[in-house]
C-alpha cells in the first residue's frame, strides 16, 4: 500500500492539526517534511511525529520523492508558497483563503495549472461526516427543490488583533466556509446583500448577516459571530418544498446530565473539536488525489467562487445595497471601511 | 350543552388540582361542591372556584342534582367515602390507591356494582397525551409483538415521615402507577420479583426495581427513587421486535439555553407539573362517562389487579424470590420488612 | 368570581379557537355572544359552546352587560368593527393585522383612546409559555447584551389565492408575528433590508428573508416561508454575548420512535396546535384586563409599530436596500410589486 | 517516537478492527503481524495493512521484536492463544470473554503472571469518550452518592446459531460488558437476580433483565436484548442523589431530518459503529502501557469479576433466585436450562 508523501508548512494551530492527521490519521499519507519559521517549533513538532524538519521551505521542495505539500502558513504567504510548490512538481493542498486578493488567487490557479499540479482548498466542511451523509440525501432528491439555504457560524470571542489585522475581515476569514457551503450544496450565488455590526474600537464587525440570492427561486441566509460568549457553533439547514435538514454542531460527549432545574449537554468549544473527523478526511482526500493523479476538489475555482462571495458580502456591508457576484471582482478591499 | 356536575371531596394537593381541572378546564364537567375535614380551605377553595363548601360529606351526597364525586382525600378514607357516594348513587372517581387492603378494595368494587354507579380509577398516565399517542401506534402493530417494558419514575426527596407511614409503601404508592402502565400497555403480568434498597432510619425503600414477566415472551422491568435529587422524572418504554417507543417527561418550557460548556433545558419539578394535562383529561374523561352513563375506565378491578402486582412486588423483596400475581392476593402487608 | 362578558365576532378558523377558550379554558371569561356573517355557523358555534347566537353585530354591542369583544373577522373587516365596539364601549381584542392601511390602523387605536377603551392585538407569541421563560432569563440579564436576533416561521402550504389576495402580504401577513418578537425582545427597530423569492403564478413570495439594525450593536434576521412542505415551523433565537436562548416548536407528542435506521419524534403541523397555549394566555390575558381595567398588552401602538417594519420589509424586497423604519409610513402598498 | 510492534492473531469482525486500529489509528501501535487460520484472509488483510501475514501462530511468536499480540480469535481458542503470547514474554490484549470456563481464565491470568506479561482485557466501553467523560465528573463527586446503575444493550438480530452455540449466552456473551461497566462506575456487585425470555428453538434468551446489588445503599438494573429490530443500542445511567447521567448511543450522523409528520436523526446499526472510537483508544491503550511496561486495564481480574457476575446471572435466572457473587463460582454453566 503506497502512501502519499506529504509535507506541511506553517505549524500554526491549522498546520499542527494537518500535520497530526497526516503522520497519524490519514491511512493514505505520510508525514515526510514539517516547515516553519519557528525553527525550534519545526523541530519539535518534526520529532513528534517522526518527520524531518526543513531548514528552509526549498529544502522540502527539493526532495523529489515528495508528494506534495499542505500551505498552512500565515493567510499573507499563501500564495507565493503554493506557487513555488506547484513550480517543484508538487500537488498543493491550500488552506483558505488561497490569498485576499483576487489576482493573486488566480496566479495559484494558474501556477497548478502551468505545472499540471493538483490544487485542493482547505473547505473542510465538504469533508464533515454529517455534512456528507446530509448532501447525499439531498442530491439523492429527498428535499424536493431547495429553497432556502441557512448558516450560522460563531466564534465565542475575537482573535487578536494583530490576526485580525491581516485575516481579511469576517467575510473573507470567516465566512466564506458558509459560501462555499452555500455553492456545494445549492448552486452558484448570483447577489448578496450583507449587514454587519462593528466592534468597537477595531475596523471590523463583530457580528454579519448576508443573504444570497440563487436564482429566482432559492435564497439564503448566513449569519456569523465573534462574540458568541457561550462557544463555538455551526449550524447548516437545508430547506426544500418536500424537507429539511438541520446539520448542528455536536455536543462534545454524548451525555445528558440532570441536575436540579437543568438537563444539559456538554457543547464543543472550537472548530477544531468540531470539524475533527472533517480535517482528517480532506488531508485524506488529497492524498489520494495525490496517489490518483487526479480528484482534487474543493479546487482553486472553488475558492475563487467563494473569495468573490466574500468581497461582494464585504462591499454590499458597507455600501448598503445589494452587489452582485462579478460585479465587484476587481475590489479587493474587504474591509468594512 | 349539558355538563356533569361534580363533587371534589378532599382538598389536599391531588384534591385541589381535581377542583380546578372540574372548575375550569373541563368541558363537559362543572364543580357543584367541594369537601374537606378542614372547614376554611373548603371554603376558600369553593369561593375561589365558584362551588359551594359541604358542611360534611353527607351534606354533598344529599344533592340530587350531583352526579359524581371525585374520592381526592387521604388513602384511608377512600373505601368509605367511595363506598358512600355509591350507596347515594354517585358515580365516583377514586384516587389510588383505592385502600391498602384487598378486602376493603373489593368493598368499594362491590358497593359500585350494587348500586349501578361508574367507578373510575385515578391511573391518570392513561390520559396522558403523549402516551396516549404512543399507545395508538404500538395498538396499530407498528411496534410487532412488544418483548419489553421499561419504566422509571422518580421523586426528588422522599415525602414526610407521616405521609410515608400511612402510604403502603413506595410499591403501592408510587409502583403501582408503572404496574397499571405495564397492563394497559402490555397485558397481564404473571409474575413479579423485586428488590428495593433500604432508607436509614425509616421502614421504606428508597429505590426499589421490579422485574414483571408477561408470558413466555416479554419481560418488564421498573425502577423507581426518591432520592433522585435532580427532580421528577417519568419515563415509558415499550420495545417490540420491529421498533421501539420511549415516552419521557416533557421540558418545562421548549427552549434550550447555550452558555459556556453546556446546552441545557429546562426540567419540569413535580409530578402535577408533568402530568397536568393527564390529570385534567382523566377528569373529563370521568364526567363524559358520567354523562354517558358507561365507558367508566380505569376500573376498579383494574385498580385490584396493579394493587395485586405492587403486594407481590413489596412480598418478593422481603422474601428475595419470583411471587406469582394471585399467589400474594391473602397479604396486606406491603412494607419492606 | 367575577368573569368579564365577551363575545367572539368573526368565526372563522381563528374565531373558533378564541370562541372556545373564551368559552372553556380561560378562567377569567365567559362567551356571551358570538357573531358570523354565516349565521348557521354561529348557530351551532353558539350551542355547542352555551354561547348566544346574534344576529347582527349591532345586536351583541347593544348587550349592556358585554365587557369585550375579540374581532377574528377577515381582515379588511377588523378595522370598522373594532371602531364599532369602542364607540360602544366595549374592549378590543383584534387580530393582526389590524388593517393593511397605516390611517385606518391609527383610526383604531384613536377610536379607542376617545372611548376610554381597552385594546389588545393578537401578537399570540407574547404569551407562549416556553416564549415567555426564556424572556424572563433574557430580562434578568442572563444573555448580556444582545447582539442577534434570529427567527424563522414556516407553513406547509400557501393559503388559497382568495386569502393571499387579502393577506397583506407575507411581510404582513406572517413576518408581522416576528417583528413584534424582535421589538418585544430586543428593542425598537432602525432599519430592515428585505428579499424575496416570488411564487409562480401569483403576485406574492413563497419564502422571504429581512435583515433588521436595532442600532449600532444587533442585527435581526427572520426567514419566512410558505413552502415548507414538512409542516409548520416556528424558531426564535436570541443570542447574547454570554449566552444564546433558541425557542422552539415543540413535538406534538413527548415521545421518541425508534425504527430501523432512525429514531424519530413527531412534528406539530400547525400553528394552532404550536401555539395552543399562547392562544388561551393571551384571551385570559384580554379578559383580565378587562376586570382589572387596565393592562391591555401589546396594545395599538405595538401593532402599529410592527405594520410599520412589515411594510418597510416589503418596500425594501421590491426596491432592493434597506428602508429606515418611519421612511415608508406614508406607503400601504405592501405587495411584492 | 518509538511505536508498539503488535499482532493481530484472529481476523474476524472484531479482528479486523483492531488490525485497522493498530496499523491506522492509534499513534503508539504499529502492526507487524497477523495471523488466522484463513490464510488468505490473513494475506489479504497483511496486504492492505503494509504488515506481515504468519504462516502459523509460533512464527509470529517467534519475532523477538514483537511487543504484544491482540487475541480475536474465536472464544473457545482465546486462553491458550494467551497463554502461548505470555509465555512467549509478549504482552496480551484478549477480546472478551477470555474464556467460558472460569479455571481457563485463571490460567491466563496466572500464566501472563507468571511471565510477567500485561493483560488487558477487551472491556472497550472504559474507553468510550462520552463514557469517559461522564465518569470524570462522577469521579468528581458531581453525582453524589450513587443509588442506581440502569444499563441497556440490544441487538437487532441473534447472531446465527453455530455462534450462538459457542457464545456463552446472552450474559456471557452481552451482558458481561454492563456487568464491568457497573464494577467499573459503582463498585463490586454483591448479587445478581436475573430473568430471561426464551429464543423459540434455540437454546438461549432472545431477552434478560438483571438486577444488581452493590450493597446496602445502591442497585443497578441491566437489560439486554437480541430482537431489537429498530438496531444496535447502548445505554448507560448513573443516578445519585444529587443528578443522574445518561451515556446514550450517538446517532450516526448529526443532522435532523424533518419531513412531514416527524423530526428523524439516522441511528447508528452496529456496535463497532456505536464503540468505533473506544475499539481505537483500548488499543492505544495497549500500546502505550507496552511501551510504558505498566499500566493494563482492565485486567484479567476485571475479566473474572465480570464472568462471574455473567455467571451467577445465569444460574439465578436458571433458577429462579438470586444468586450471590462468589457462591456461583464454581459452575461453569451459564446456559439457560
Known sequence: ????????AGLGRMGRVHAANVARSCPS???????????PLAEEVAGDLGAKAARDYEELLADPSLDGVVVASPTPAHASMAVLAAQAGKHVFCEKPISLERPETLSVIEAAEAAGTGLQVGFHRRFDPSML????????????????????????APPRPEFLAGSGGMFVDMAIHDFDAARWLVGEVESVSAQG???????DYHTVVAVLRFGARALGVVDVSR????????????????????????????????????ASRPLVESFDRRYAAAFAAEIEHFARSVLAGGGFEPTGQDALAAFDIAVAAAESARRGEPVAIGASAGSQDSKPR
Not at 455590526?197 to 475596523?203: I, K, Q, R
Open 29 to 39: 499519507a505520510e508525514l515526510a517534511w514539517v516547515f516553519d519559521t519557528n525553527a
Open 1 to 8: 500500500m503506497r502512501r502519499a508523501k506529504l509535507a506541511v
Open 133 to 156: 451523509a446530509a448532501a447525499e440525501r439531498v442530491r439523492a432528491g429527498e428535499l424536493g427543490e431547495v429553497v432556502l439555504f441557512r448558516a450560522t457560524q460563531r466564534d465565542k
Open 227 to 262: 462574540v458568541a460568549g457561550y462557544g463555538y457553533d455551526s449550524f447548516v439547514e437545508l430547506m426544500g418544498e418536500k424537507a429539511t435538514v438541520r446539520v448542528e454542531s455536536p455536543f462534545s460527549a454524548q451525555y445528558e446530565w440532570r441536575s436540579p432545574g437543568a
Open 197 to 203: 455590526a462593528l466592534m468597537s474600537g477595531v475596523d
